[in-house]
């Protein structure tokens, strides 16, 4: 993080304010971390005292300091297997483990991460010497437990990062179990930045007395991502993506596209045309994952191409551009989707592709982050010709239109105008007495300000 962003820190504090013992500071400042963020600065010291937390806060704010750090701080050295660390993706079971290995080394904590796809006999010698935090998926955890590699009932700490993807309905009964096997009363912290009242309900089930903490960060969507759209017919948006990436040659863009087809689509098209792309998503073998992601690190990537679930929560640097090829349905993704650049104070470039009857999408996230998206006109790029199924597909829908229109007047007889004394005004106390049936409706197609 170079800049300090006083929308995402707070600037008051320093980690030693928090109450952080010095070995952890260490850590700190090894890491090049000088003031905590919001939402650490607020759950740490809680954490600290032994209270049940769950926290929500935006992405990119450091939520797994947030929750490492009184880890690392309250576990012994020695203590094996001391917490329990959960998270929906192998990728985020990676990253997370990273970030608490180099955060604990000088405190001496160990941290090893456990997830599917890598052979278990890899993991079990690890496992072998007791490290005080696991970081892992639910199903390789239960995998570990079910073999007596991971004794459950010596976990004082059990976290679950992602709550709401680890609560909701996919991973809901394995997180069940595994917490059903934990001793009584580990005291819990978990972390979102969505949380929905479900979600939290389902959550302080798991919880004894949990306080929340909700923090307010200056929307890092509306401070650092520099936002627009792009109006573009669904048989234009792959010309229209090559077309932006050659010309604005972005250091590295992720790609988000709705299903796991478009993801091999999009990336084949883009290799075709001499664009360094690679895909991303759940379907992929494990090594190439591994291997992408390395990629992605060491900053020899330039265009990944995403689902959703499989870049959840990835803190990947240096992240310059996010571009929504499919726009989500659910806002909240696209705050997801945009959070992956601009991490922690820096800034970033969001392209938001919409098709012409999707400006409603538009509209709802607009009000979700708050902030109006400008549309970006075209300079350089023309869209293509109709494609003839589509335009074959559109006169057939028009004319079954006219015809259906055609048959309802022939039998529908003349319309019957409401006149005011056949309705009773008592029905509208306000005085205003409908004298017409409304308008017939627009076939469907509803106006909205967008093109
Ligand atoms: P979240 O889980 O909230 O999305 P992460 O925990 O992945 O966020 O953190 C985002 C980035 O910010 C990481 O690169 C992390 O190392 C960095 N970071 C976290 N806390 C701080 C801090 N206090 N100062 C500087 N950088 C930080
Ligand atoms: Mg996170």
Redesign the pocket.
Known sequence: ?DQASPDTFDITKTFADLGLKPAVLEGLTQRG?????KI?AALIPVALAGKDVLGQ?K???????AFGLPLLQMLDTEAAFGALVLVPTRELAIQVAK?LQELGSFAKVQTVAVYGGQPIDKQVPQLKKGPPIIVGTPGRVMDLAERGILPFEHFRFAILDEVDRMLDIGFRDDIRKILGKLRKTPQTIFVSATISPEIEKLARSYMKDPEKIVTFEKSLTVAQVKQSYFTVERWDKKRLLLHLLKKENPHLAVVFCRTKRAVDDVTEFLGRNKIDAQAMHGDLFQKKRDKVMDQLREGNLSVLVASDLAAR?L?V?DITHVVNYDMPEDPEVYIHRIGRTA??GRSGVAWSFVAPDQGELLTNIEMLANVEIPVTEYDDFKPGPIPADVSAMREYEAKRREEAQVARNRHAGPEIPVVAEQVDPNMFPDGIVPTALPGRRLGGRAATRRR
């Open positions: 993080m971390f000088k003031h905590p963020t650490q806060a992405t990119g704010t450091g939520k797994t300091a970030e929560g803190d640097d991490r922690a």
